[in-house]
Each structure stands twice: as C-alpha cells, then as structure tokens.
C-alpha cells in the first residue's frame, strides 16, 4: 500500500478502471472494465458498493461494466450528453448529462468537473450492421472530494495544450494519466503533461494491458528527470492511501 494522504483511498484495478474512496466513504469508479486483463482475478466480486461511475468514453475499455454495474447498485454516473442517451436507453435511471467545463455536485458533496481529451469515442456494439455508433466526445474528469483533495483522470488522451489550463484552474493533487502509447500518448508525452498540469503525484495506467501498449512507469520517470513529481506506479489491486 501506497500512501498519499488526505484520508482518500485510490485502488487500480487494470487498465483505466479505478476504484476511489472518499473521506466520508462515497465510493467512486472511473472507466470500470472490472475483467480487462490486468485485473486481478474475481475483481468484480470485490466491489460491494458504488455510489458514482465515471466513464470518461464509449469505448469498450472504458465503459466496460458500467450498464451492469448501473443496474446493480444503481449509482449516479455523470457523463457526456450523447452517452447519456445511450445509457438511459440501455435502463440506467441515474445518469447526469454534462459537457466539457460544466461541472456539478453528486454524491451529497463530491464535485465532478468535466475536461477535454484527444482522442475518439464510438460505441462499438452490433460492429456487424453499423460500425461504430457516434458516443459524445472523450473526456477527462477532475473530481474534488469532501475535503477539497483533487482526483485527476485523464482518460484516453493525447498530451494537449490546454492540460495547462486544467492545472491552473483545478489544481489537481493527482493525475492518473495513460502511458501505454499506440491509442494514447506514451511516456515522452505524458511526461509533458505533467509539465503542464504541474500535478507533483502521478499514477500511470492504460499499460501493458496488450502489448501495444508498451510505455512502461520506468520510462516515465525517465522521462520526468529533473521534474518535482513522484511518479506512483502500482500493481493491479494496488491501493493507494
């Protein structure tokens, strides 16, 4: 166990899935895709209460179990108006449209803002007859716990200019960035990224999940020579404190 402070608990579950726990116990998933290859086995059944999904995207890999998590424990799950749609379609009761720069308070106290990111975001089902559906565009969330202690998810994304902005106006404690490369940035680029958030705690993901994703943690602190951030890389089931 890594520990970080400020009374929240941060456990990866593979991939871009992570489970968050707030000071007062609200618990929170970002992209739960609970059996992607990293995981730990029988992660699923270690999840007894959800009280917010935050998909960032319509990829598979990202919105994962969301549905059926949604119909079980029937959390809030604030998200992009198209996939909004798509979720309440699919039985969910408790979605929460918004869009890049809103944000809003869910949870009784947990504030959700939603940030821009690079890259695509179609709904892969029935590829058979239609392809890729058009699922909103990709998102990162910042969330601010009860304490006022900030949880950056980047999702999938290129490294971009305005990860300055985000910085400036949200002041994370945390980012949680991919370096796998391929489908989003790598080391070399999340590097720059953490130039621009200014974040000084960083937790890798979307890595080694397949192997194209080959940016490793190690290149990252390579690349982040000279920088004043702690690069925390953990194990799937990895929590930290």
Same mark, same amino acid.
């Given at each position: ?37 990293? +995981?730990?086995?029988?992660t699923p059944d270690t999840i007894h209460r ?21 119909m079980k424990f029937q959390p809030q799950v ?26 809003? @308070? ?22 058979? @007859?239609?392809? +890729? ?20 998810? +980047? ?28 489908? %989003? ?5 999340? +590097? ?16 080694? %999940? ?5 940016? %490793? ?25």
């Amino acid at each position: 166990m890594k520990k970080l402070g400020r009374d929240t608990r941060l456990r990866w579950l593979g991939h871009s899935a992570f489970e968050v726990v707030s000071p007062a116990g609200k618990v929170l998933l970002f992209d739960p895709w609970l059996e992607n290859p990293k +995981a730990p086995p029988g992660t699923p059944d270690t999840i007894h209460r959800v009280d917010v999904i935050l998909p960032t995207h319509a990829h598979f890999d990202h919105l994962g179990e969301t549905v059926e998590l949604g119909m079980k424990f029937q959390p809030q799950v604030p998200c992009i108006f198209e996939l909004h749609v798509y979720l309440q379609r699919k039985g969910l009761l408790h979605t929460l449209p918004m869009n890049k720069g809103g944000n809003q @308070t869910v949870a009784e106290g947990l504030g959700v803002t939603m940030v821009g990111a690079d890259h695509s975001a179609g709904v892969l089902e029935d590829t058979f @007859t239609l392809g +890729a559906v058009y699922g909103g565009e990709p998102a990162g969330f910042v969330v601010e716990m009860e304490n006022g202690f900030r949880v950056y998810h +980047a999702g999938d994304t290129n490294v971009f200019g305005d990860m300055k902005l985000i910085g400036e106006l949200y002041r994370p404690d945390v980012a949680l960035l991919p370096i796998g490369g391929l489908f %989003t940035m790598g080391p070399r680029e999340a +590097a720059l990224a953490v130039r621009l958030l200014g974040v000084r705690h960083v937790v890798p993901m979307h890595y080694g %999940t397949f192997p194209p994703l080959a940016g %490793t943690p190690e290149e990252l602190m390579q690349e982040c020579a000279g920088q004043d951030v702690e690069v925390l890389a953990l194990s799937p089931g990895e929590v930290l404190e």
